[in-house]
Structures are given as structure tokens and as C-alpha cells.
């Protein structure tokens, strides 16, 4: 069976190549680390983590105060060994406080810019958002792109990962290749859930992230992605063999613009999902959908005012495509994001949001997120 969404990537796959080929060594403002970086016997140990706290208002007088939540993240090092674990506080929907783990994972530095990783992740390395984005003291909106985590990789998985960086001429190149559990299957809707611990058939998802910057240390980073797996449904059912294939393009710009006294960030990201044709409900459909976003956000950083420069002012474009005849309770949809954000430090901000969707209402966000 041939899917269309592949021929789309592998021309994008040589567009990228054709771009982006090396530099010469003499642009490169770094070299690669030493293989000496980490001595023997050394232990360390570090505590970080964020705190999230906000209000919505959505529709007339109706004030909606979110419930806090609290992340820490533990990062223990011995030797070429890191162990990196994250516990959760959170309310649910009355109110019932919960602590957890969130995620786990083991890091084996294996030298010459690889590292090899096993358990569950925190996010997978599917486009750029949710890999680095997720934190609510970098991503400058309250609000997410449309259907960014209805559609791809971005909760996390169990599995194992190789990831490096290396150079390209004078270009970088990062590389991720990762074997996990997989999504689910809602075999009523034929919508992609999230990975579960004890997987729900023996088929694994098998997938690649590769990044390249034009040069050393370069604010420009375009990523391309893919994932496959030979099916998603359980096991013993008719869904079990639905194939899945995923891909993911995204690019990440950030410059500074003497012109406007400061700096542009500038993000995007498309996902395309591609099902095996299968019947959900009694309805047999063609299952790809997509979604993608586009973000600009300026702050005048190098304005006189003090307190001009630490605003930053965004706005985002997302829309996700529902594929025809979906039961999925959601329809094809786009939002629109603009949103004023105050940086009292580099980790610690205050986020005014509007956000206009076209089936969902409109709704007005204040958020504050803490890097502890």
C-alpha cells in the first residue's frame, strides 16, 4: 500500500539535504568536545523543575482559576552515567491533590557526542515542539497549537534511544533513533492514544529525528522527523495489524534584529498521520489527518525602558485536519493565539493570552510559570 504522505516527505528529505549542505571548517565558531569531559569518580547531583499556576476567562463574567502544578526533575550523575527521574503534584478535575513520577530514565554517555538512553521518556523527540517547548517558562503562549497533542509523539514512551551530534562540514547535524511501546488505537474513532507500560500488541514503534543548524552554534535549526509502526490496535482484534506511519517537519529560528532593538523567535512545526484504511463504527475512511503550527514572537530586549524590554509580544496561527467521515468529537479546526508576556528574569514569567478558535470559542488566558 502506498501513501501519499510519503512521496510529500521524501522530496522535502532532499530539499533539506540540497540546503543545508556542509560549510567550510573555517565558519565554525566551536569544536567538539574533548572525550576527556568526564573524569572518573565524579558524582553530582542537581534539583530542577517549574511551577504553573493561571486563570481563564471564557465567555461572559465566567472566571476559571487552573489547578497548580509542580514538576521537579533529579539529575544524578556518576561517572558517564546520568539517572534522571521526575515527580509531579497536580489536582485533578474535584479537586483531589496526586504525586507521582512522570518519568524515568537511565543515560550512558558513550563519547564522541552519543549518548544512549533507556526507560520511559519525558517527551519524544518527534518535532520541535514538545521536546522543547513543553516548559511554561520557554513557550512565550499560554495556549498550545491545534491538535499538537491529539496529533504525533508527544506524551511520553518506554523504550530505548541512541541520540549525538556531530558535525557536518562546519554544519551540526543531531541525530535521534529510538525503538518504544507506540501509541494506541481507539478502535471506535480510529484516533491515536497515548503509549501505555504494558503494550497493547507486539508490534514496536521505530523512529528517527534528524536536525541540522548551517553552522556552529547557529540560532537556525530545521528538523525532520518519522516513526512506523506495523500496528497500533490490541492484540487479538481486527485493528491489530493497522500500520502507522508519522512524519514531522519543523523549523526553529531565532534572530536578532538590531533594526527592532531586539530579537524575533520564529517556529513551526506540520505533523502528518497516515492510518491503514480499517472500519471504526461501521465506517470505513481514509485515516490521515495533520496539524501544524506557525509562531512569531518579538521582544524588544534592547529598548531603553527597562520595562519594555523584558515584554515579549506573539502570536500563532495552528489548525489540525480531521480526516472525512472521523468520529473523533472534534472537528477540522483553527486557533489563533496573541499574547503578551512579561519576563520579570529568564525564568520566571507572566503570560496575557487571547485565543479565537472556530468551534470551540474564544477564551482569555493569564498564566504564570516559574523555572525553579
Not at 53 to 64: E, I, P, R, Y
Request: net charge neutral.
Amino acid at each position: 500500500m502506498k501513501h501519499g504522505y510519503s512521496h510529500l516527505a521524501g522530496t522535502l528529505l532532499v530539499a533539506l539535504g540540497v540546503c543545508f549542505s556542509p560549510l567550510s571548517r573555517s565558519m565554525a565558531q566551536s569544536s567538539t568536545s574533548s572525550d576527556n569531559t568526564f573524569s572518573p569518580g565524579v558524582t553530582k547531583d542537581l534539583l530542577v523543575g517549574d511551577f504553573d499556576f493561571g486563570a481563564s476567562f471564557t465567555g461572559k463574567n465566567n472566571l476559571q482559576y487552573d489547578a497548580p502544578a509542580v514538576s521537579l526533575i533529579n539529575l544524578y550523575r556518576m561517572n558517564n552515567f546520568f539517572f534522571q527521574a521526575a515527580i509531579g503534584g497536580e489536582f485533578d478535575d474535584n479537586g483531589n491533590p496526586s504525586i507521582g513520577v512522570k518519568f524515568m530514565n537511565i543515560n550512558y554517555l558513550l563519547g564522541k557526542g552519543w549518548e544512549l538512553r533507556a526507560g520511559q521518556f519525558d517527551a519524544m523527540p518527534f518535532g520541535r515542539f514538545p521536546r522543547t517547548f513543553d516548559p511554561s517558562w520557554i513557550w512565550p503562549l499560554e495556549g498550545t497549537p491545534k491538535g499538537m497533542y491529539a496529533l504525533g509523539l508527544t506524551n511520553g514512551d518506554f523504550g530505548v534511544m541512541l541520540q549525538g551530534a556531530q558535525y557536518l562540514g562546519n554544519s551540526v547535524l543531531r541525530s535521534f533513533f529510538y525503538i518504544t511501546n507506540g501509541p494506541t488505537l481507539d478502535s471506535s474513532t480510529g484516533l491515536i492514544g497515548a503509549p501505555i507500560i504494558a503494550d497493547n500488541n507486539k508490534y514496536k514503534m521505530y523512529g528517527v529525528r534528524f536536525s541540522l543548524s548551517p553552522y556552529a552554534l547557529s540560532n537556525l535549526e530545521i528538523g525532520v522527523n518519522a516513526a512506523y509502526t506495523r500496528g497500533v490496535g490490541d492484540t487479538g482484534t481486527a485493528f491489530a495489524r493497522v500500520p502507522l506511519t508519522m512524519w514531522a517537519f519543523d523549523f526553529n529560528y531565532a534572530p536578532t534584529v538590531e533594526s527592532l532593538d531586539g530579537f524575533l523567535r520564529l517556529r513551526g512545526q506540520l505533523n502528518l498521520v497516515d492510518l491503514g484504511n480499517a472500519t471504526y463504527s461501521g465506517v470505513n475512511y481514509k485515516n490521515n489527518s495533520s496539524t501544524y503550527f506557525a509562531m512569531v514572537a518579538y521582544q524588544p530586549s534592547m529598548a531603553d525602558s527597562p520595562f519594555i524590554s523584558k515584554l515579549m509580544f506573539s502570536t500563532m496561527l495552528s489548525h489540525i485536519q480531521v480526516p472525512t467521515g472521523a468520529d473523533w468529537g472534534r472537528p477540522t479546526d483553527t486557533q489563533y493565539d496573541l499574547g503578551v508576556t512579561y519576563w520579570f528574569n529568564w525564568r520566571t514569567n507572566l503570560k496575557f493570552n487571547y485565543s479565537l478558535t472556530q468551534h470551540e470559542g474564544n477564551a482569555f488566558y493569564i498564566h504564570l510559570g516559574i523555572q525553579i
